[in-house]
């Protein structure tokens, strides 16, 4: 398995394939309550079949060229992902998103492997424009997107209904040329940045 290195503390950013199946809804099941906050991924993966047809869409969408899907790995466990959930290089346009396991957080693995899919698409992929799409109240997702030196575009005020509650959501996003000229100027953990 091809892994990239998030650091120095045993975090990898690697692909989760369907053979892995049953590792990825054990791992969604770990953090279900958690990641369900904000994030539908727990509704969409609720049992061996339905799990392995999620990981298969995104293995199709990586084979079309539409998206990715990568976990976050801590001492070889799986603990979280990143993906891009939309992927257009005809315009140039890519949306990001993430979850995390409880046991996982504060310890800047997001920030990290975000900024490592983010560098792929802008630099191997044409990406233009990343977008980063979080509901207001979710502030640890809001602080990723600063972290990344985002944008905050606007606020679409009670689009998203989820779970009974309608959510304000803001649009981040950063442009391949405001990208490149963070990285060059040396932002945090920008020289990590490898292919996913």
Do not use: K
């Not at 099941?29 to 727990?42: A, K, Q, S, T, V």
């Not at 992902?81 to 997001?110: F, H, I, K, M, N």
């Amino acid at each position: 398995m091809l892994a990239t290195s998030l650091g120095d503390d045993g975090a990898e950013l690697c692909p989760v394939e369907p053979w892995r199946a049953a590792e990825f809804l054990a791992h969604i099941d770990r953090g279900r309550e958690f990641i369900g906050r904000y994030n539908g991924l727990p509704d969409v993966v609720t049992d061996l079949a339905s799990s392995r047809a999620y990981l298969r869409e995104y293995a199709d969408r990586a084979a079309a060229d539409t998206g990715r899907l990568h976990g976050i790995r801590l001492d070889g466990a799986l603990v979280g992902g990143v993906l891009l959930r939309t992927l257009d290089t005809v315009q140039g346009t890519a949306e990001a998103g993430c979850w995390l396991e409880p046991s996982a957080v504060g310890r800047g693995l997001v920030t990290r492997a975000v900024r490592v899919l983010v560098d792929w698409a802008v630099e191997e992929r044409g990406v233009h424009r990343v977008e980063w799409w979080a509901a207001s109240a979710n502030l640890p997702s809001i602080a990723v997107a600063r972290r990344l030196g985002m944008t905050r575009d606007g606020v679409l005020r009670e689009s998203y209904a989820y779970r009974g509650t309608r959510h304000d959501m803001e649009v981040w996003s950063v442009l391949a040329p405001e990208w490149r000229a963070a990285r060059t100027a040396g932002a945090p953990g920008a020289d990590r940045a490898a292919a996913p």
